[in-house]
């Protein structure tokens, strides 16, 4: 008589045995994430403070995680190499007192207190979280950054639509945390800016509503529309670069 097959689920991670590598050297950490959304693709990025994040949909096994991580070694070397020089800004690795935040450009340092309510404050180089045990400062520190970006991008917006008189009026828009572009806007007439631009300098904010304000006139990247660029903003360039330096607090993972 044959035996009956019975389905044995993955064996769960076993993180313990799996918290650090090393490259070269140098000790990379291991963070996994579980992303219950995760369906499929297993994704690594790589953090200069010398991690390695891994978000792993619900039951991948530990097997193929190493064989993953196996596979990535010379991935992860260029990763960590591209860092090494670099200015690019980062976002925090975690969300704790030290940790490093942006506005408009200026790096400023999270500081986390216990309280029973929840308050958050800038001041003199400092953003003030003010929170019950156990919070996601995370979550705190971004519904932050969406009600600055309100009113800085509002004023953004309604400066360049009256110094450049290229719509009547302020079209509709609204923000919200993307992770691939920093702008966008429709046919219908509406655009969309992402909240992250807060944490970029003021004229790098000005280019972005420029360049989705120009797509009202010219729909496409066409020689016509680099030119109403300039027109309105002869530096843009200038300022297209300084985002660029930014562009890696979009790969941030919400947790
Ligand atoms: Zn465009």
Redo the contacts with the bound molecule.
């Keep these: 008589m044959r035996a009956k097959s019975v389905y044995t689920p993955p064996k769960p991670l076993a993180l313990h045995k799996l918290s650090q590598i090393d490259i070269d050297g140098r000790r990379v950490e291991i963070r996994l994430r579980s992303r219950p959304r995760r369906r499929t693709r297993v994704m690594l990025s790589y953090h200069p403070d010398g991690i390695l994040f891994i978000d792993a949909p619900a039951g991948t096994t530990e097997r193929a995680l190493r064989i993953l991580i196996f596979r990535s070694e010379d991935w992860l070397r260029r990763e960590i190499r591209k860092f090494k020089n670099s200015d690019h800004v980062v976002y925090p690795s975690s969300y704790k007192t030290g940790s490093t935040l942006y506005l408009l450009g200026m790096p400023l340092k999270l500081q986390v207190h216990q309280s029973s309510s929840i308050a958050v404050q800038q001041l003199n180089g400092t953003i003030r979280v003010r929170a019950p045990l156990n919070s996601s400062i995370q979550t705190i520190v971004h519904d932050w950054y969406g009600d600055v970006a309100n009113s800085i991008l509002n004023e953004s917006i309604g400066r360049i639509c009256s110094n450049t008189s290229l719509l009547d009026s302020v079209p509709h828009w609204s923000h919200r945390y993307m992770s691939s572009r920093w ?3 429709s046919s219908h007439g509406t655009m969309r800016l992402n909240t992250h631009l807060v944490k970029v300098p003021q004229d790098a904010i000005d280019m972005v509503v420029l ?2 304000l ?2 009202f006139k010219q729909l ?2 066409s020689k016509a ?1 680099y030119s109403l660029m300039a027109q309105h903003m002869p530096d843009w360039k200038q300022h297209d670069n300084t985002l660029k330096k930014y562009h890696r607090l979009l790969q941030e993972e919400f947790v």
């Design positions: 702008g966008s806007c360049h989705e120009c797509h496409n990247h529309f």
